[in-house]
């Protein structure tokens, strides 16, 4: 293990591009506070591999609640005495037109992807702000270009690179610098259902490099975007090319 003192939290860290971002900080001996729904044998592989790394805790909740912001600062707090990064990268789906939607689903992307960051923002501000850390979103490319039948995705995400530049701008003088990535397909459970159909379709027609994205390519960014400490308040697309295309 490496003999770094840094602290992260991450919300969705057990699972995914969570993980991934999980395991690139424990590479660099950066002690890790995890948040997940629950356990399985999954998600306790995940933590038996990063415990080989880092001093590593996991408390289990819905990101979305207040309280569970509010726990993960507190037990991070606790346990190594500082918070040098946090990554909320807890999320899900969210299908369907604006037709389809009933207001208690649109508002429960709200709680997932808007409103979870809101909480885990100020929870977990005076930590950040008093050794100057990093907060980075976990964004999507749905929220920079318009995608069929995915509107309360798109609009949630869509919010996330104009709220890093507000609390960029809000709190650079406290040292706090805040990111956004924006992730393309990327191998995960999130596209796990993909036919073959619009598989055969994203390679061929939509992704110009002709491949998916793995979580390690989005953990390699957020690496660079926690760690460079002259980036504040920019988004950074991971998608091979599939938002920049005009055709």
Request: hydrophobic share 45%; glycine share 10%; with cysteine.
């Given at each position: 293990?490496?003999?770094?003192?840094?602290?992260?939290?991450?919300?969705?860290?057990?699972?995914?591009?969570?993980?991934?971002?999980?395991?690139?900080l424990?590479?660099?001996?950066?002690?890790?506070?995890?948040?997940?729904?629950?356990?399985?044998?999954?998600?306790?592989?995940t933590?038996?591999?990063?415990?080989?790394l880092?001093?590593?805790?996991?408390?289990?909740?819905?990101?979305?609640?207040?309280?569970?912001?509010e726990?993960?600062?507190?037990?991070?707090?606790?346990?190594?005495?500082?918070?040098d990064?946090?990554?909320?990268?807890?999320?899900?789906?969210?299908?369907?037109?604006?037709?389809?939607?009933?207001?208690?689903?649109?508002?429960?992307?709200?709680?997932?992807?808007?409103?979870?960051?809101?909480?885990?923002?100020?929870?977990?501000?005076?930590?950040?702000?008093?050794?100057?850390?990093?907060?980075?979103?976990?964004?999507?490319?749905a929220?920079?270009?318009?995608?069929?039948?995915?509107?309360?995705?798109?609009?949630?995400k869509?919010?996330?690179?104009?709220?890093?530049?507000?609390?960029?701008?809000?709190?650079?003088?406290?040292?706090?610098?805040?990111?956004?990535?924006?992730?393309?397909?990327?191998?995960?459970?999130?596209?796990?259902?993909?036919?073959?159909?619009?598989?055969?379709?994203?390679?061929?027609?939509?992704?110009?490099?002709?491949?998916?994205?793995?979580?390690?390519?989005?953990?390699?960014?957020?690496?660079?975007?926690?760690t460079?400490?002259?980036?504040?308040?920019?988004?950074?697309?991971?998608?091979?090319?599939?938002?920049?295309?005009?055709?």
């Amino acid at each position: 293990m490496s003999d770094s003192d840094e602290a992260a939290v991450i919300t969705g860290g057990t699972r995914g591009i969570g993980a991934a971002i999980a395991h690139a900080l424990a590479r660099r001996g950066v002690r890790l506070v995890l948040n997940g729904r629950g356990r399985d044998p999954e998600v306790d592989q995940t933590l038996s591999e990063l415990g080989t790394l880092t001093e590593v805790e996991m408390l289990a909740g819905d990101a979305a609640d207040p309280a569970t912001s509010e726990n993960l600062v507190n037990l991070a707090k606790s346990r190594f005495g500082r918070i040098d990064y946090v990554v909320p990268a807890a999320g899900g789906a969210h299908p369907g037109r604006i037709t389809d939607l009933s207001f208690e689903q649109w508002s429960e992307a709200f709680r997932i992807h808007v409103h979870a960051i809101f909480h885990l923002f100020r929870s977990a501000h005076a930590a950040l702000a008093h050794r100057g850390g990093a907060f980075l979103m976990i964004g999507s490319a749905a929220g920079i270009r318009g995608c069929p039948d995915t509107i309360a995705y798109q609009t949630v995400k869509g919010a996330l690179p104009q709220m890093a530049r507000a609390l960029a701008r809000d709190h650079g003088r406290e040292g706090i610098r805040v990111n956004v990535l924006e992730p393309g397909i990327i191998r995960t459970r999130f596209h796990a259902a993909m036919s073959p159909e619009a598989e055969r379709n994203n390679l061929e027609n939509r992704i110009p490099l002709r491949r998916f994205g793995a979580p390690e390519h989005v953990a390699t960014a957020a690496l660079e975007l926690l760690t460079n400490p002259f980036i504040t308040g920019e988004t950074l697309v991971i998608d091979g090319g599939m938002s920049m295309r005009m055709v």
